[in-house]
């Protein structure tokens, strides 16, 4: 039977509108589905520019159902919850990046540093120092290791805390020459409390030599010697702390003058003070040069000589001390008031987050910065 071509003439035009039919359906589908995601992704900027956290989460989290496989709409939404607090469900959407077998290198790097960043917010410190450690030879290992610097700092772990600022130091991450040192002190407090002076010692001698320029070391140095009859020695370290860290004399103004007078130097430390005061008058080394002055009309002709260069109201305390005012009870009073208003302006404050404290702290216990104190009262600043 011989074939009718009658059925292709008609069937070719039929097979065509169908085929044009489905691409169409398809197309405008595809191009809903692209509308949507957009749509929710850029409301979501726009809540995010407009500071409204909350809004921007419900907005990409839209975003992300209407296309799962955007990993930056996942890092968005996980930087988002980690900000909000909201960290077991940073955590979930950062464990969720790196369990993707479409990841590349550089991504699954990026979603193992904003996991390990999840954990160090949360406080999970044990679970954050074993995520940093995985950052290893990839792009965010300098600030890995700078994460986990902070970890064995705030967990007083300075073996850890040394190896890890070495490795910056040797990567040439920056100088890590004074934190070394500050480490090296840490651990010669702990062979003090153990009792092993001999090998604090050590540690203190090695910290005066990494670090020259911290005052802590000449300091811890000259107490542990003292401690232990060396009182020239001690004395000496302080003198090596005048050379190296002129500005940072204050702060072992009252410790010189005692030793001083033990070893009789009192004329050596007289002019290492008025040398200071010199440079820059102080609080403290205006009152060692009264405690070192013969009688108390010289020493208050110290605080006067503070007065003339620099006014304050500690001092001016310390000098209305020696006056005898004709009605004792106003003395008295007038006393205790200067007394009440000059104390607060004793305090050290620290330059970084502001903290105040009655006593100077090498490393800041608000924001944990280390030397953010300086060596002047709050008055000075």
């Known amino acids: 039977m011989d074939f009718d071509f009658t059925w292709l003439l008609w069937g070719l035009p039929l097979a065509f509108a169908l085929g044009w039919g489905a691409s169409r359906f398809d197309l ?26 909350d809004q921007a989460i419900d907005a990409f989290i839209e975003a992300v159902q209407g296309d799962p496989d955007t990993a930056e709409l996942h890092f968005a939404l996980g930087n988002l919850f980690r900000r909000r607090g909201d960290y077991d469900r940073a955590v979930r959407v950062h464990e969720h990046l790196l369990s993707r077998a479409d990841m590349d290198r550089k991504d699954r790097d990026r979603a193992q540093h904003a996991l390990a960043l999840d ?49 910056l130091e040797d990567a040439d991450q920056g100088s890590f020459s004074t934190r070394l040192a500050h480490y090296l002190c840490e651990e010669s407090e702990l062979a003090q409390r153990s009792g092993n002076s001999a090998q604090a010692l050590g540690l203190l001698e090695r910290a005066v030599q990494r670090a020259p320029q911290l005052a802590r070391g000449w300091m811890a140095l000259s107490a ?41 130097r ?12 010199q440079r820059a008058p102080s ?31 500690v001092i001016a305390t310390q000098w209305l001390d020696g ?48 030397d953010s104190f300086p060596a002047r009262r709050v008055e000075e600043l």
Request: proline share 4%.
């Open 28 to 53: 405008r589908q595809w191009r809903m589905e692209s509308h949507q995601a957009p749509r929710a992704y850029f409301r979501g900027l726009n809540h995010l520019l407009n500071e409204q956290q």
């Open 119 to 167: 954990f160090l917010k949360a406080g999970l410190l044990d679970r954050a120092e074993s995520a940093l450690h995985k950052l290893k030879g990839t792009a965010f290992e300098g600030e890995a290791l700078l994460a986990l610097l902070g970890i064995y700092e705030r967990s007083r772990d300075w073996p850890q805390a040394k190896d890890i600022a070495q490795r």
């Open 224 to 264: 542990l010697k003292a401690q232990t009859g060396d009182t020239a020695g001690a004395y000496e370290a302080l003198k090596r702390l005048s050379e190296h860290a002129p500005q940072s004399l204050p702060l072992a103004a009252s410790a010189l003058v005692a030793l001083a007078a033990q070893t009789g």
């Open 266 to 277: 009192q004329e050596d430390a007289r002019a290492l003070l008025q040398a200071s005061r």
């Open 283 to 313: 609080i403290d080394t205006t009152e060692a040069l009264a405690a070192l002055s013969e009688n108390p009309e010289a020493a208050r002709d110290c605080y006067l000589a503070h007065l003339k260069k620099e006014l304050s109201l």
């Open 323 to 370: 006056e005898t005012l004709s009605d004792p009870e106003a003395q008295t009073r007038i006393g205790q008031t200067l007394e009440q208003a000059s104390t607060p302006l004793r305090r050290y404050r620290c330059a970084a987050c502001g903290f105040e404290a009655r006593v100077h702290f090498w490393q800041c216990p608000g924001c944990q910065t280390w």
